[in-house]
């Protein structure tokens, strides 16, 4: 939940940050930019950090300098120095993720695997349909550094969960783990699978879709349909509750299909929520509940894609299960702040830009894994 504790919480109060730091809408896109990129950075060292060290003493130290991060943030006013530490929160932020996903690979595969990120995905998701409003509700009565101020506390407990509560899931720790030859030759294996490139971009993209939709939205929201930071919120978990069927669907539906053909359906969901996203934006005045119902239909698909492009991606490498899940991250992550600082400079008060790159990111998402996804009753997923 380090993910949406993180970013959701924060997107009805942009307006407030833009305000209070004294700079644009804009400008503040620009830390969404920030995070991403910490995040993308971060994940390529977590994995292979936690092959060497272990899966709990890294999300340990992680999380101890993500509370300090975040209360250093709650006292800052200058943009720079917010712009920087959202970079660094980014950074500490991604061992969530990337921990979750090596320990779940240390623990299951196949379809197991495939059923356990879908649920930590879900648990992601169902954290998102909160956040938003709850950080609307500190907003106004705290005001938005009350958000940071949230984010360490959850930190705290967080720390303590971990520290009574998760066991070691690693096996064997690896002592050459962060040996630069060995990740490069574990990097360069993976490289040779057709499999993991097609889940790696096909998830990629997908991801840019929902960056899209997180950095972008705010400020449509307010600009374009003129929605206070509460009724932006009330829309974010509409598009949220949606996901979170989707994530549900897919974890029941994955024990009796395959996970190919629930990317390729969750490929055509994505691609007929950008259909209507586009059209949205063509009718004006535009109406809030159509435009984030497409919205909420791509991403339904998005919740088929990404956890089981992951899954599969993951699972013909279970004894580098941390560098693997570092790289995957890390590339997909890349693509997501481009995207975000894209949208950042060529925000221009409408949906447009919005809608392009969401379209085009479900429309590459789903293309490539039709046109070069494997099916799990290939030989060897590997190569």
């Given at each position: 939940?380090?993910g949406?504790?993180?970013?959701?919480?924060?997107?009805?109060?942009?307006?407030?940050?833009?305000s209070?730091?004294?700079?644009?809408?804009?400008h503040i896109?620009?830390?969404?930019?920030?995070?991403?990129a910490?995040?993308?950075?971060g994940?390529?060292?977590?994995?292979?950090?936690?092959?060497?060290?272990?899966?709990k003493t890294?999300?340990?130290?992680?999380?101890?300098?993500?509370?300090?991060?975040?209360?250093i943030l709650?006292?800052?006013?200058?943009?720079i120095?917010?712009?920087?530490?959202?970079?660094?929160?980014?950074?500490?932020?991604?061992?969530?993720?990337?921990?979750?996903?090596?320990a779940?690979?240390?623990?299951?595969?196949?379809?197991?695997?495939a059923?356990?990120?879908?649920?930590?995905?879900f648990?992601?998701?169902a954290?998102s349909i909160?956040t938003?409003?709850?950080?609307?509700?500190?907003?106004?009565?705290?005001?938005?550094?009350?958000?940071?101020?949230?984010?360490?506390?959850?930190?705290?407990?967080?720390?303590f969960?971990?520290?009574?509560?998760?066991?070691?899931?690693?096996?064997?720790?690896?002592p050459?783990?962060?040996?630069f030859?060995?990740?490069?030759?574990?990097?360069?294996?993976?490289?040779?699978?057709?499999?993991?490139?097609?889940?790696?971009?096909?998830?990629?993209?997908?991801?840019?879709?929902?960056?899209?939709?997180?950095?972008?939205?705010?400020?449509?929201?307010?600009?374009?349909?003129?929605l206070?930071?509460?009724?932006?919120s009330y829309?974010?978990?509409?598009v949220a509750?949606?996901?979170?069927?989707?994530a549900?669907?897919s974890?029941?539906?994955?024990?009796?299909?395959?996970?190919?053909s629930?990317?390729?359906?969750?490929?055509?969901v994505?691609?007929?929520?950008?259909?209507?996203?586009?059209?949205?934006?063509?009718?004006?005045?535009?109406?809030?509940?159509?435009?984030?119902?497409?919205?909420?239909?791509?991403?339904?698909?998005?919740?088929?894609?990404?956890?089981?492009t992951?899954?599969k991606?993951?699972?013909?490498?279970?004894?580098?299960?941390?560098?693997?899940s570092?790289?995957?991250?890390?590339?997909?992550?890349l693509?997501?702040?481009?995207?975000?600082?894209?949208?950042?400079?060529l925000?221009?008060?409408?949906?447009?830009?919005l809608?392009?790159?969401?379209?085009?990111?479900?429309?590459?998402s789903?293309?490539?894994?039709?046109?070069?996804?494997?099916?799990?009753?290939?030989?060897?997923?590997i190569t």
């Open positions: 939940m380090m949406p504790i993180s970013i959701d919480i924060l997107l009805p109060i942009l307006p407030a940050m833009a209070g730091l004294t700079v644009t809408i804009s896109e620009f830390t969404m930019t920030a995070i991403f910490g995040s993308a950075f994940q390529i060292l977590y994995g292979p950090i936690s092959d060497r060290l272990g899966r890294v999300i340990l130290s992680s999380l101890f300098l993500y509370i300090l991060t975040v209360l709650s006292l800052s006013a200058s943009f120095l917010v712009f920087i530490l959202r970079f660094i929160q980014g950074l500490l932020m991604a061992s969530g993720r990337i921990i979750a996903n090596a779940a690979r240390d623990l299951f595969e196949g379809k197991q695997l059923r356990l990120i879908s649920t930590i995905y648990i992601s998701i954290a909160v938003p409003i709850l950080g609307s509700f500190i907003e106004s009565n705290i005001g938005w550094r009350g958000v940071f101020y949230f984010m360490a506390l959850y930190g705290i407990i967080s720390f969960f971990v520290l009574w509560g998760l066991r070691e899931t690693i096996r064997k720790k690896d050459k783990a962060i040996n030859n060995q990740v490069k030759s574990k990097i360069n294996l993976t490289l040779k699978s057709r499999n993991f490139k097609t889940c790696l971009f096909s998830g990629g993209f997908s991801i840019c879709a929902i960056v899209a939709y997180l950095s972008a939205s705010p400020g449509v929201a307010k600009s374009v349909m003129g206070s930071p509460q009724e932006y829309y974010f978990g509409f509750l949606l996901i979170l069927l989707g549900q669907t974890n029941y539906l994955s024990k009796s299909f395959s996970l190919h629930l990317i390729i359906l969750g490929g055509i994505q691609i007929l929520g950008a259909l209507g996203i586009i059209l949205v934006t063509i009718i004006a005045p535009i109406k809030p509940m159509l435009f984030f119902g497409c919205i909420g239909i791509s991403m339904i698909g998005f919740s088929f894609v990404f956890p089981l992951t899954a991606a993951l699972n013909p490498f279970p004894e580098m299960a941390g560098t693997i570092s790289f995957l991250g890390f590339i997909q992550s693509m997501g702040a481009v995207t975000s600082g894209f949208l950042a400079l925000f221009d008060g409408t949906s447009i830009p809608s392009i790159f969401m379209a085009s990111s479900c429309f590459l789903t293309g490539i894994y039709i046109l070069y996804g494997v099916k799990e009753s290939d030989n060897n997923l």
